[in-house]
């Protein structure tokens, strides 16, 4: 299940993830989001939470995953992914090769390093 949560700046999503995703999850909530911000921003940055209790993704999201990827190629500038277990870890770490943009996972403990990671584009771009 994905979460759209408020975020601290004007061009990034904060998802939380639990549960299972679903291909609903990302075509009814993820999509949309994300190209509601596009309309005002040329790229945008996605900051993941994964809750204790995420068990997976399915086929048909991690499917959708990978198109939204492909039509948003160059659309995200930064990700963040914020989660506690090996698991997820290395899971993200293995997805994230798919995308073009810098990906970094970060332990629950250390969001004030992902914040000032994520945070590292605006100052580049200043």
Same mark, same amino acid.
């Given at each position: 299940? !994905? @979460? ?7 061009? %990034? &999503?904060? $998802? %939380?993830?639990?549960?299972?995703? @679903? ?20 790229? $945008?940055? &996605? ?9 997976? $993704? @399915?086929?048909?999201? !991690? ?5 939204? /990827? ?19 870890? *290395?899971?993200? /770490? @293995?997805? *994230?090769?798919? !995308? ?12 004030? &390093? ?13």
């Amino acid at each position: 299940m !994905l @979460t759209l949560c408020p975020s601290y700046a004007d061009d %990034m &999503l904060t $998802i %939380m993830v639990s549960g299972q995703v @679903t291909h609903e999850d990302i075509e009814s909530l993820l999509l949309p989001a994300i190209e509601t911000k596009l309309q005002d921003h040329a790229s $945008i940055r &996605l900051w993941y939470e994964f809750a204790a209790d995420f068990m997976g $993704i @399915t086929v048909g999201a !991690l499917w959708d995953d990978a198109l939204l /990827n492909v039509f948003h190629f160059s659309d995200f500038s930064r990700v963040v992914m914020i989660a506690n277990r090996q698991s997820v870890g *290395a899971m993200v /770490n @293995t997805l *994230a090769f798919m !995308l073009p943009c810098p990906v970094r996972v970060f332990n629950e403990n250390e969001r004030q &390093l992902a914040k000032a990671w994520i945070d590292e584009v605006k100052v580049a771009e200043v």
